[in-house]
């Protein structure tokens, strides 16, 4: 039977999951969600999972071609992760670089590390090609972090493995979206067994918010809730010691709402906004904390994101207008949060507004959208929408390195 092109992805997967035989209840046990979470999706409540849920609901659903999921005539790869930057190869070099045993040569100097760290978390901050920029700084950033970690003359272990699992925590910026999954793994868990060999609390709490991401960005949502809820008894009873302790507690009870929203929970979403919130405004107004946004303007931030995973159009529209793009503090996040506004105007069906965010997302942050599966999505619609927007779409193709 030849499926209507223009039946929504829900619709394909409840049509699939009735000729297999399966039960809400089944299906979502298969996949790890709960039946209420199924039942959102196939009546288009909640957004359509992305492509790693989608292959295991068409495995357990015997689909071969995920285009009968997604009705589109091909699933290209690029549209999920972007083409490898020219340098990944010399970072990957580099992760992989790093000393088994003991390191020889002299011990590299930790006041040294700290500043190149320093320098390159600044320069992601500030530079919309953070990715290029980066490539210069992290080979050798990394080789002299990862030798300081292991070598048996280091002055301050603790120090030089905070600072390796700080600068690995970087490296995943960068490599994110790449399509070296591997890559990000590695970096992931090798950051956060260095954190919690360090013993200190916000390193640990820093390396769990990345492997989180890795988590869900990959549909484990169990395993992300799982880990965020282990990082907050952790900072729980230190939280008030510091406004980097309160940072990173809050960074992860915001972590915790955006899985709740991704998984349609939306109380429990906007519960742990609150809490997040409660703490966030309590931090100092000049706090910025490079790796997770960690500051103020977080709650805005990560609410728009909550609201349109929850489709709640209405609610992040005024969260997206109590924080001016311009205001947020680094340039890639400035570059996000255009794109996350964007989301919610695709779901409304506004392409001409799509169309002009996604031209300031790629003005302000290029490299940001380029390596952004949410972008590539909506590029997509646009080149295949109304025609008064199909040649900006064919533009922002061109300048995020998309077949148009």
Excluded at 57 to 67: E, K, M, R, S, Y
């Amino acid at each position: 039977m030849a499926l209507d092109p223009a039946l929504p992805v829900g619709r394909r997967i409840q049509y699939f999951r009735e000729r297999a035989g399966k039960s809400r209840a089944v299906l979502a046990a298969l996949v790890g969600r709960s039946p209420s979470w199924l039942k959102q999706v196939e009546n288009g409540a909640l957004l359509p999972p992305r492509l790693p849920m989608l292959i295991r609901i068409a495995q357990h659903l015997g689909v071969d071609d995920l285009a009968q999921l997604t009705g589109d005539v091909s699933m290209p790869r690029e549209l999920y992760s972007g083409a490898e930057h020219a340098s990944l190869a010399s970072v990957r070099r580099a992760v992989d670089g790093a000393p088994l045993g003991p390191a020889g040569g002299p011990a590299p100097r930790l006041d040294h590390i700290e500043v190149q760290l320093a320098n390159a978390w600044r320069t992601r901050m500030v530079r919309g090609d953070h990715r290029t920029a980066l490539a210069e700084l992290l080979p050798p950033l990394l080789s002299a972090a990862s030798v300081a970690a292991s070598h048996p003359d280091c002055n301050d272990r603790r120090r030089a493995e905070v600072l390796y699992a700080g600068a690995l925590n970087l490296t995943q910026m960068f490599a994110a979206f790449q399509g070296d999954g591997n890559l990000v793994w590695r970096i992931a868990e090798r950051a956060l067994a260095t954190a919690r060999a360090s013993a200190d609390s916000v390193a640990i709490a820093q390396s769990c918010w990345f492997l989180v991401e890795a988590f869900r960005k990959t549909g484990q949502w169990e395993s992300a809730q799982s880990l965020t809820e282990d990082a907050l008894r952790l900072l729980d009873p230190v939280r008030t010691e510091s406004p980097e302790l309160a940072a990173a507690w809050a960074d992860m009870a915001f972590h915790a709402a955006i899985t709740h929203a991704v998984a349609g929970e939306a109380g429990d979403a906007w519960g742990w906004i609150d809490r997040a919130s409660a703490v966030a405004e309590t931090l100092p107004t000049d706090l910025w904390i490079p790796s997770t946004s960690g500051s103020r303007q977080a709650v805005a931030l990560h609410s728009v994101t909550v609201a349109v995973e929850l489709r709640q159009l209405g609610t992040a529209v005024r969260w997206a207008g109590r924080l001016p793009v311009a205001e947020v503090k680094a340039v890639p996040r400035r570059g996000r949060h255009l794109i996350e506004v964007a989301r919610v105007h695709a779901l409304r069906g506004e392409q001409d507004k799509v169309a002009e965010l996604l031209t300031d997302a790629v003005a302000v942050a290029p490299e940001t959208a380029r390596w952004n599966e949410e972008t590539r999505a909506m590029v997509r619609g646009l080149v295949g929408g109304p025609q008064s927007v199909r040649q900006a779409g064919r533009r922002l193709a061109d300048s995020i390195g998309m077949a148009a």
